[in-house]
């Protein structure tokens, strides 16, 4: 088939290429020409692991990119994957969905049927208004020379190929049936897994043919819509409740690590998005639960335990901040390191990070920060350019004269490195692990005075059953 995904970015390039692979002549369109460019060259616009091997195979061949809407012409479908970052309010800021529905109508020859397959995450009602904007600036007739079907994208950054190839749950919100036979046909070399054995030689994971094939969802476009929303929000509220456990375990005694395997062992419950960290973040949670929330305030059905959540979600970042004050003494003249500026591994999107908000206390305290992420500090100093701290290229250099070291992200190489040269450099060499991501028994033998979240009855902590 012939596909159009419009945006380059994490939901994007990762799309674009999974249905390139899955032999789709498919046009990636942006309005960055420097994305574009760099697409074209086979390299990532973003750091996603697998895609600088899978990428190279596919450009200019079934996949490629560009600036022009010209492919709209002669698509069967055309995805839209443009930022809807939130408005002040909290609500979903959708401008870039609106310029991007006038170009695809300008663009529409009306010469065949297409179907636009709303993959932004969207509030309800959007891929209504959405159809009304193409009808206004294609002058074609809705439901009969093209449909919008909602198709709510569920990919993790750090997992995206993996969650694009191997999905749990394929949504579309669609009562049109061409459109609904279109993206049936559109998913079907996912839900067959053909051709996977050649395509999962570009991937980090190993192949599973006996694992379970993705669920097809077929439901109206307004519940499709809520689906994402519900979704997020309900991870969201589940990382807010073990945070709290976390912090319930630090005041009466227990270890959250056992508390969260004992949980997980329950199937109703489940064992993942039970990790203790200093509050779950990112480019989604935050203001998906934000227009969520704004939503439900508009029609007077407010979503008290949503709300709580996000509430709870911050009081963890300030719970961090708290707990390094008090065993120092106060900030005010300290030094400290800060591991990991991106809200989660493997990704280099440093959009609304636990991070910022820590760091940013931190500063009003009148602390100095040093910081490392091995993916991250791009984009984080181009977010925070007013903030004054020092980037090091070198993690242990985090601890150079500091007061303590706080591990907010748990990159894999933070397991390798020198923590004893690290130990060594410090002030004080107190360390905070908000992932209880390190051995413990070890960081002490390295000089450290060691400490993890939710973790105050046991020395060393368990390495509990964790989602990925
Ligand atoms: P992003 O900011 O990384 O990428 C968006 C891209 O759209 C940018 O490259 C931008 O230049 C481009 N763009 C903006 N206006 C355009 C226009 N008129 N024409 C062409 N391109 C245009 O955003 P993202 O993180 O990929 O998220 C995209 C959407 O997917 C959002 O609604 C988000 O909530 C949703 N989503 C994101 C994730 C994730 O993990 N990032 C997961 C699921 C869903
Ligand atoms: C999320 C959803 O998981 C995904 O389905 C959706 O498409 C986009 O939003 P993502 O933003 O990539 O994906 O990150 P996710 O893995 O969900 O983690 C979000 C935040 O929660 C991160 O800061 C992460 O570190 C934190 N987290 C996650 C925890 O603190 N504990 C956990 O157990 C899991």
């Known amino acids: 088939m012939r596909v159009v995904c419009i945006g380059a970015g994490y939901v994007g390039s990762v799309t674009g290429t999974a249905l390139a692979a899955n032999h789709h002549h498919t046009t990636i369109i942006d309005v960055n020409q420097e994305k574009i460019e760099r697409l074209s060259r086979g390299e990532c616009p973003i750091y996603e692991p697998g895609m600088e091997t899978l990428l190279p195979t596919l450009i200019g061949k079934s996949l490629f990119a560009t600036t022009s809407y010209d492919a709209v012409a002669d698509a069967d479908v055309i995805f839209i994957a443009v930022g809807t970052p939130s408005n002040p309010d909290g609500s979903a800021d959708l401008r870039y969905i609106k310029q991007t529905a006038e170009q695809i109508g300008k663009h529409l020859s009306g010469e065949r049927f297409t179907v636009i397959a709303m993959k932004s995450t969207v509030p309800v009602g959007t891929c209504q208004w959405v159809t009304a904007l193409l009808a206004d600036a294609s002058g074609l007739t809705p439901e009969s020379d093209f449909t919008v079907v909602s198709n709510p994208e569920f990919l993790r950054e750090g997992f995206a190929l993996e969650d694009v190839f191997f999905p749990d749950r394929i949504v579309i919100g669609s009562v049109h049936p061409q459109g609904l036979s279109t993206m049936r046909r559109l998913y079907q070399g996912v839900l067959d897994r053909s051709g996977y054995e050649d395509l999962c030689q570009h991937f980090s994971f190993s192949y599973d043919l006996a694992a379970p094939p993705a669920v097809y ?205 690290m130990a060594g450099m410090m002030r004080q060499p107190y360390l905070l692990d908000t992932r209880n991501f390190l051995d413990a028994s070890r960081m002490r033998t390295c000089g450290f005075d060691y400490q993890g979240l939710g973790v105050a009855a046991k020395a060393s902590p368990s390495l509990g059953v964790m989602g990925k």
Request: with cysteine; proline share 3%; aromatic share 6%.
């Open 217 to 421: 969802f077929e439901t109206d476009t307004k519940s499709a819509e809520l689906i994402k929303y519900a979704s997020n929000a309900f991870l969201a509220v589940k990382i807010s409740y073990i945070n709290e456990i976390a912090r319930l375990c630090e005041a009466l005694g227990g270890n959250v690590l056992d508390v969260a395997a004992g949980m997980g062992l329950d199937s109703r419950i489940g064992p993942k998005f039970l990790q203790v960290s200093s509050g779950g973040s990112g480019s989604c949670f935050p203001k998906d639960t934000a227009e969520l929330l704004s939503a439900s305030e508009k029609v007077d059905s407010e979503l008290m335990v949503v709300k709580a959540a996000v509430a709870s979600n911050e009081r963890m970042h300030q719970y961090v901040v708290e707990k390094l004050e008090r065993r120092l003494n106060g900030l005010k003249g300290k030094n400290i390191g800060i591991l990991g500026l991106t809200f989660k591994p493997d990704t280099d999107d440093a959009r609304r990070t636990q991070a910022s908000y820590i760091i940013g206390k931190l500063l009003e305290e009148g602390a100095q920060v040093r910081v490392h992420d091995p993916q991250g500090m791009g984009m984080f100093r181009e977010l925070n350019p007013d903030m004054p701290i020092t980037y090091c290229t070198d993690p242990v250099q985090t601890g150079q004269d500091a007061d303590a070291v706080v591990l907010l992200t748990h990159w894999s190489m933070y397991q390798e490195m020198d923590w004893q040269q």
